[in-house]
């Protein structure tokens, strides 16, 4: 009896833990854009992986992954896998970790940067994509930037070479939509003083990537997942058949 207490209150403890990193998702109540993930989409978690190995890798660990399990996955060669997308002197079969200290990234952030294997299916991959894509320009900062989705977040804009500076229009208020057409009436505007290695439309494509990567990430077996889901469907409509014969069978002298 004691030992069915113990496991509960591990269940509600890990429910109680989990549930508000849920709620905090749309605590902002900025509306989030769509993505609709495709990991079928091989190029597109290729591009994602790169991107995400040289601007989240030196912070954000996806420790739950193996070099190996991504490159197999994605149709990445070991050899270019090792030279490109790992760091120098790690082995094929290692771990997705992080080298940096956690002391020192609380010391620097405020916080330890969180692991992401697991963040799209902990905070949604719509929120993930305008997270990405809502940082803005604020001199209250400590980074100097803020962002519409995570309010006061502590992260740099690490992706600001790629998309250029953004400035607010709302003011710092979320941004409002007009009740007949639905568009936002403000919101972020570039600044043309800081401008990105990429168009508005290529930065778009490259967080569709990079959270497509990450979506495969928190489940790489979603694939194998749905195609064996086909064969369990067949094999049941198959299995009726007999048994609905059976319960003919057994019926058939019960009035």
Not at 27 to 56: E, F, H, I, T, W
Not at 203 to 217: G, K, R, T
């Amino acid at each position: 009896m004691m030992r069915r207490i113990n496991i509960f209150s591990k269940v509600i403890a890990a429910l109680v833990l989990v549930l508000p990193m849920g709620a905090f998702a749309a605590g902002s109540g900025y509306p989030l854009d769509k993505m609709d993930v495709n990991v079928a989409d091989k190029p597109s978690l290729q591009r994602g992986a790169k991107l995400y190995m040289n601007y989240c890798y030196g912070c954000h660990a996806t420790s739950f992954q193996r070099y190996e399990r991504v490159a197999d996955d994605l149709g990445i060669p070991h050899d270019l896998m090792m030279e490109n997308l790992m760091p120098a002197g790690g082995k094929i079969g290692d771990l997705m970790k992080t080298g940096m200290e956690p002391k020192e990234s609380k010391a620097w952030f405020g916080a330890t940067p969180p692991d992401l294997t697991l963040v799209a299916r902990v905070r949604g991959t719509d929120w993930l994509y305008t997270y990405l894509r809502t940082f803005y320009l604020d001199p209250k900062r400590p980074w100097g930037v803020n962002n519409k989705v995570f309010p006061d977040v502590g992260m740099p804009h690490v992706l600001l070479e790629l998309q250029g500076a953004q400035v607010d229009t709302c003011g710092g208020e979320v941004a409002q939509r007009d009740t007949l057409t639905g568009e936002k009436l403000c919101g972020l505007e570039p600044d043309p003083s800081i401008k990105g290695a990429m168009t508005p439309e290529e930065y778009d494509q490259a967080m569709y990537d990079l959270v497509n990567f990450l979506a495969y990430s928190a489940e790489p077996m979603q694939l194998e997942r749905q195609r064996i889901g086909w064969y369990v469907l067949l094999f049941l409509i198959i299995f009726l058949i007999p048994a609905y014969l059976l319960k003919r069978e057994y019926w058939k002298d019960v009035h």
